[in-house]
């Protein structure tokens, strides 16, 4: 789960983001989030042939960077990969954005 809002949209995909529909959306944001986790990966030298598989459930918020308004997404996501808990994925990590948990079952 993202315990800090995740950042994902850059201008370009941005712009694709507003115009889609619900499942283009979507489909957007479950690449990206792929994409984020094969960066990291890639980060800290680790290769693979197999597939990432990702399931994704976001919501979408409005937050303030830089003084500006931008779109930031709450939520969690399954994946077919080990990640460590409180690493950043997606945009202004270093700012917090995008940092993880495993999710917690009670």
Same mark, same amino acid.
């Given at each position: !789960?993202?315990v800090?809002?995740?950042m994902?949209?850059? !201008?370009?995909?941005?712009?694709?983001?507003?115009q889609?529909n619900?499942?283009?959306?979507?489909?957007?944001l479950?690449?990206?989030?792929?994409?984020?986790i094969?960066s990291? @990966? =890639?980060?800290?030298?680790?290769?693979?042939?197999? &597939?990432?598989l990702?399931?994704?459930?976001? @919501?979408e918020?409005?937050?303030?960077? =830089?003084?500006?308004?931008?779109?930031?997404?709450?939520?969690?996501?399954?994946?077919n990969?080990?990640? &460590?808990? @409180?690493?950043?994925?997606?945009?202004?990590v270093?700012?917090?954005?995008g940092?993880i948990e495993?999710?917690?079952?009670f």
């Amino acid at each position: !789960q993202f315990v800090n809002l995740w950042m994902a949209l850059n !201008q370009k995909n941005y712009l694709l983001y507003k115009q889609g529909n619900n499942e283009e959306k979507y489909l957007l944001l479950h690449s990206i989030i792929t994409g984020n986790i094969l960066s990291f @990966y =890639k980060g800290i030298g680790y290769n693979s042939d197999l &597939p990432v598989l990702v399931q994704l459930k976001s @919501y979408e918020k409005s937050t303030q960077f =830089k003084g500006k308004r931008m779109i930031a997404f709450s939520g969690e996501f399954t994946a077919n990969v080990l990640l &460590p808990n @409180y690493i950043g994925l997606g945009k202004s990590v270093a700012r917090g954005f995008g940092t993880i948990e495993k999710y917690k079952h009670f």
